[in-house]
Each structure stands twice: as structure tokens, then as C-alpha cells.
């Protein structure tokens, strides 16, 4: 079967989460087809053997930089949906692995990169992070980032995740030249019951079209002004602890994006102040904000220091439009979209604006079966799914 390592239990599990959310739809050929003999396996636990779906090819591979997956029923209700929608999926054991705090030790998470980069294996069509957490910097000095770069570009791969996974992503464009995507990650995206129909719209579009372009309703404080740059950034804490080092991009008249979770507003400013000593902030053209799921977060010293007395802060120091807004972050709705290409920003008549996307990988769509991600809209009479904070811990 295509999960060979799986248990029963927790197959039916995965199987049964997904059931409820729609998922599992009827179809002429099982969702699960059993493996062809083969007479050179080993042994139940092997996992390079893997079923082909007729008309895909679309390779995808689990990387595992960060934290550990806390439930594995949602783990893999994650890689039911993706092979749902057409991917033939590998490194699966990743989602299993657990080293103290981490996704496995730095030598499991290293390889899930640097097989690639060195030609131990295939290089896939998708790297999809499993979750964020905290790990991913310790692997950065020992990975191939030249080399992983050449072979993505060369096959056209895309990289997915955000928050911790963000490490890779400036790495990768730091000494690899290459691009990837802000995007949900199997565990807290894929691997809900019940995933946002949004975000999986979303992630359909962003990883197939090349005239991609985002739209922000968001009334701004300014006139926005139209702007030509390349579009890079993340995850602010991680950016921060990148500041000063190889790893972190150095485009001359970019566009910085920026979103965060779970700090105040004080930590928040210190971190945008170290990017502005740093002297990155001087080398943007513009600074977008995502979602810093704040609520009603304030200083406990003084109540009306807010994310937007932040805002101002940064508009003052920087000397660059500050444009708010944008729908990535730590939440449900989540758009998918590159980091390193090039984009373009434009105001539109209505206070919002737009940002239009050029240059990056896109999958095809008609080797996939990507409609399979979009779950059916609850019933009325159906219970409403129970909120989800998995993205607050990423």
C-alpha cells in the first residue's frame, strides 16, 4: 500500500478523519491500491516502493525541518488528502520521526534535503513541509544550498511552508538562487478535518498559475504606489535571527513580507529595530505586513501600545509605504504565493490593492486531481468544526 508503515489503527484513522470531511470520494479504482509484487523488497517496512497513479508523476516529498508532528492521526490524514489529490508522495516516515523537540535528529532532517541536493535521490516536483515549531536553523550550515537550488530549478520543483520552515526558504534563496512558496503545510493545512476551502482554492491556484495575482481589500492609511521588486521574507522572528548571516537575502529594492504569532507588541518593534539597524529595511522599496494574529493583544505597561502603534513605528523608521492586509499568517485563510520572484503591486480604486506574480515553477494541473482538496461546505444540520489552533503553535 502506499503508507506501508502504517498501522491499521492509525490508517482507518487518517481514512476516517478525511471520510467525514468529504474527502473520500467514490471513484472506479481504490484510493488506497495495493503495491504490485515485487520480489526485491525486503521487508513490510520498506518505503521505496510506491504505487504510480495513471496520468500523474507529480512527485512529492516530505520535509521535516522543525517540530514534530503532536498528533500522527492528523499527520496522516495529511498525506491521505495530498495523495488524494494526485501526488505520489515520499520520505513519508518523516511525519513519524521524533528526536526530543524535533521532527528527527539534524542528521534525518539534514538528508531530507541533502539526498536531494546530492543526487541520492529523484529530485520530486513538490518539497512539502510538514509543520513549523523550531529547528530548522540548525541544519542550514550543512546543506548543499548550490546544488539544491540547480536541481530545483533545473526540474521546475516547488518548495512549500512558512513560519519555522522560513529558514529554508531564505537559505534557499540566499546561496541557492531559487524560489519557493508561502503556503500551508501538511500537518496544520492538509491535515485538518475540516481545511479551509479557502486555503486549499488558494494553494490550487498559487501552485498552477503563472499569471498569479492576490488581492487585498484592506483599506491602506496611504495611497498605495505602483511597485516593481522582488517579493521575499516570512517569518519576522526567524527573519530577525538571520540578520547579519549568509543565510538571509540580500535583494537590493525588494519587497519584505512579514507575518508573526503569539509576541507582543514590544518584541514585535524590537525585531523590526533589528532589521532596520541591520540595514535591511533601507534596502526595500516596501514592507507588506500578513496576519500577526495579535486579538486585542497590548503592552501590559501602557494599553494603547498596540500593533499599530508598531505600524507607525516602522513607517517612521523605515521611510517606505507599509502596506497591511495581506492574507498569510498563522491562520485559516491563507493564501498561497512565491517568495524570491518577481512582483508587482498596485493600488486599486477601492483603497486595497493588488500583487501579481512572474517567473515562478507551476505544477500541471491535468497530471493532478487537485479538486479532491476542496472539502464539501458544512450542512446546516452538520456540527461546526471545533476551532483549530494548530497554526498558533507553528
Same mark, same amino acid.
Given at each position: 500500500?502506499?503508507?506501508?508503515?502504517?498501522?491499521?489503527?492509525?490508517?482507518?484513522?487518517?481514512?476516517?478523519?478525511?471520510?467525514?470531511?468529504?474527502?473520500?470520494?467514490?471513484? %472506479?479504482?481504490?484510493?488506497?491500491?495495493?503495491?504490485?509484487?515485487?520480489?526485491?523488497?525486503?521487508?513490510?517496512?520498506?518505503? %521505496?516502493?510506491?504505487?504510480?497513479?495513471?496520468?500523474?508523476?507529480?512527485?512529492?516529498?516530505?520535509?521535516?525541518?522543525?517540530?514534530?508532528?503532536?498528533?500522527?492521526?492528523?499527520?496522516?490524514?495529511?498525506?491521505?488528502?495530498?495523495?488524494?489529490?494526485?501526488?505520489?508522495?515520499?520520505?513519508?516516515?518523516?511525519?513519524?520521526?521524533?528526536?526530543?523537540?524535533?521532527?528527527?535528529?539534524?542528521?534525518?532532517?539534514?538528508? !531530507?534535503?541533502?539526498?536531494?541536493?546530492?543526487?541520492?535521490?529523484?529530485?520530486?516536483?513538490?518539497?512539502?513541509?510538514?509543520r513549523g515549531g523550531y529547528g530548522a536553523v540548525r541544519l542550514l550550515p550543512h546543506i548543499d544550498w548550490p546544488s539544491l537550488g540547480a536541481r530545483m530549478r533545473e526540474h521546475g520543483t516547488q518548495l512549500f511552508g512558512f513560519s519555522d520552515v522560513c529558514a529554508i526558504q531564505l537559505a534557499l534563496l540566499a546561496q541557492?538562487?531559487?524560489?519557493?512558496?508561502?503556503?500551508?503545510?501538511?500537518?496544520?493545512?492538509?491535515?485538518?478535518?475540516?481545511?479551509?476551502?479557502?486555503?486549499?482554492?488558494?494553494?490550487?491556484?498559487? %501552485?498552477?498559475?503563472?499569471?498569479?495575482?492576490?488581492?487585498?481589500?484592506?483599506?491602506?492609511?496611504?495611497?498605495?504606489?505602483?511597485?516593481?521588486?522582488?517579493?521575499?521574507?516570512?517569518?519576522?522572528?526567524? +527573519?530577525?535571527?538571520?540578520?547579519?548571516?549568509?543565510?538571509?537575502?540580500?535583494?537590493?529594492?525588494?519587497?519584505?513580507?512579514?507575518?508573526?504569532?503569539?509576541?507582543?507588541?514590544?518584541?514585535?518593534?524590537?525585531?523590526?529595530?533589528?532589521?532596520?539597524?541591520?540595514? +535591511?529595511?533601507?534596502?526595500?522599496?516596501? +514592507?507588506?505586513?500578513?496576519?500577526?494574529?495579535?486579538?486585542?493583544?497590548? !503592552?501590559?505597561?501602557?494599553?494603547?501600545? !498596540?500593533?499599530?502603534?508598531?505600524?507607525?513605528?516602522?513607517?517612521?523608521i523605515s521611510g517606505i509605504p507599509v502596506l497591511t492586509g495581506f492574507p498569510f499568517g498563522h491562520i485559516s485563510d491563507l493564501a498561497t504565493f512565491p517568495l524570491g520572484v518577481q512582483t508587482t503591486i498596485r493600488g486599486n480604486s477601492t483603497g486595497g490593492y493588488s500583487a501579481s506574480f512572474s517567473g515562478h515553477p507551476?505544477?500541471?494541473?491535468?497530471?493532478?486531481?487537485?479538486?479532491?482538496?476542496?472539502?464539501?461546505?458544512?450542512?446546516? !444540520?452538520?456540527?461546526?468544526?471545533?476551532?483549530?489552533? %494548530?497554526?498558533?503553535?507553528?
Amino acid at each position: 500500500m502506499l503508507f506501508p508503515h502504517l498501522s491499521r489503527r492509525r490508517f482507518l484513522s487518517a481514512s476516517a478523519t478525511l471520510a467525514g470531511a468529504g474527502v473520500l470520494q467514490a471513484c %472506479s479504482t481504490p484510493a488506497m491500491p495495493v503495491s504490485p509484487s515485487n520480489p526485491n523488497r525486503t521487508g513490510s517496512g520498506n518505503t %521505496s516502493t510506491r504505487p504510480a497513479r495513471s496520468g500523474g508523476g507529480t512527485t512529492l516529498r516530505v520535509v521535516a525541518p522543525s517540530g514534530f508532528a503532536p498528533r500522527a492521526e492528523q499527520a496522516q490524514a495529511g498525506l491521505l488528502r495530498l495523495y488524494n489529490a494526485g501526488f505520489t508522495i515520499t520520505n513519508q516516515q518523516a511525519v513519524e520521526r521524533r528526536s526530543q523537540r524535533f521532527a528527527g535528529t539534524d542528521a534525518e532532517r539534514i538528508a !531530507d534535503f541533502q539526498d536531494v541536493a546530492s543526487g541520492k535521490v529523484p529530485t520530486p516536483q513538490v518539497l512539502m513541509g510538514m509543520r513549523g515549531g523550531y529547528g530548522a536553523v540548525r541544519l542550514l550550515p550543512h546543506i548543499d544550498w548550490p546544488s539544491l537550488g540547480a536541481r530545483m530549478r533545473e526540474h521546475g520543483t516547488q518548495l512549500f511552508g512558512f513560519s519555522d520552515v522560513c529558514a529554508i526558504q531564505l537559505a534557499l534563496l540566499a546561496q541557492g538562487n531559487m524560489c519557493s512558496f508561502a503556503g500551508p503545510m501538511l500537518y496544520s493545512g492538509f491535515g485538518k478535518a475540516q481545511p479551509s476551502v479557502y486555503t486549499m482554492q488558494a494553494f490550487i491556484d498559487g %501552485s498552477t498559475r503563472a499569471d498569479l495575482s492576490i488581492q487585498v481589500s484592506e483599506v491602506q492609511a496611504a495611497n498605495v504606489p505602483t511597485l516593481h521588486g522582488t517579493m521575499w521574507g516570512g517569518n519576522l522572528s526567524v +527573519i530577525a535571527s538571520l540578520a547579519g548571516s549568509a543565510y538571509l537575502p540580500q535583494p537590493e529594492g525588494g519587497i519584505l513580507f512579514l507575518e508573526d504569532v503569539g509576541e507582543q507588541p514590544y518584541r514585535l518593534e524590537r525585531m523590526l529595530q533589528t532589521l532596520h539597524l541591520a540595514g +535591511i529595511l533601507k534596502r526595500q522599496q516596501a +514592507i507588506v505586513l500578513g496576519n500577526f494574529r495579535m486579538g486585542s493583544a497590548r !503592552d501590559v505597561y501602557d494599553g494603547g501600545y !498596540d500593533l499599530s502603534s508598531v505600524i507607525r513605528t516602522l513607517r517612521r523608521i523605515s521611510g517606505i509605504p507599509v502596506l497591511t492586509g495581506f492574507p498569510f499568517g498563522h491562520i485559516s485563510d491563507l493564501a498561497t504565493f512565491p517568495l524570491g520572484v518577481q512582483t508587482t503591486i498596485r493600488g486599486n480604486s477601492t483603497g486595497g490593492y493588488s500583487a501579481s506574480f512572474s517567473g515562478h515553477p507551476t505544477l500541471n494541473p491535468a497530471a493532478l486531481t487537485l479538486n479532491n482538496l476542496l472539502p464539501p461546505p458544512l450542512s446546516s !444540520d452538520s456540527p461546526a468544526a471545533a476551532e483549530d489552533s %494548530s497554526e498558533a503553535s507553528e
